[in-house]
């Protein structure tokens, strides 16, 4: 509901079925990733999700990307909740 006609639109990226839980971890390995396609401009191949409807969030292999921004959230067990918005560097052309 918060993403409305464009949740089919956002990009999806998972990482709990790559490394697992790693509870108040999450974040820290969520932003290294959101990092790495920022810089790659590519996002990983999500595994073992399927039957999302209305969002892209099911299984699909690595993928190229245009990004500026990524949004990154995580929760834990215990109410460690976070969210950071990484923004592509465009150095100086000199």
Do not use: M
Request: proline letters at 3%.
């Amino acid at each position: 509901a918060t993403l409305g006609d464009r949740g089919a639109e956002v990009r999806i990226v998972t990482t709990v079925p790559f490394v697992g839980s790693l509870s108040s971890g999450n974040g820290a390995v969520a932003v290294a990733i959101a990092a790495k396609c920022l810089g790659e401009q590519k996002l990983p191949a999500r595994l073992n999700t399927r039957g999302a409807v209305g969002l892209d969030a099911n299984a699909c292999p690595a993928r190229d990307a245009t990004l500026r921004h990524v949004l990154v959230t995580t929760t834990a067990q215990g109410g460690q909740n976070a969210a950071v918005v990484l923004k592509r560097y465009e150095g100086s052309s000199r």
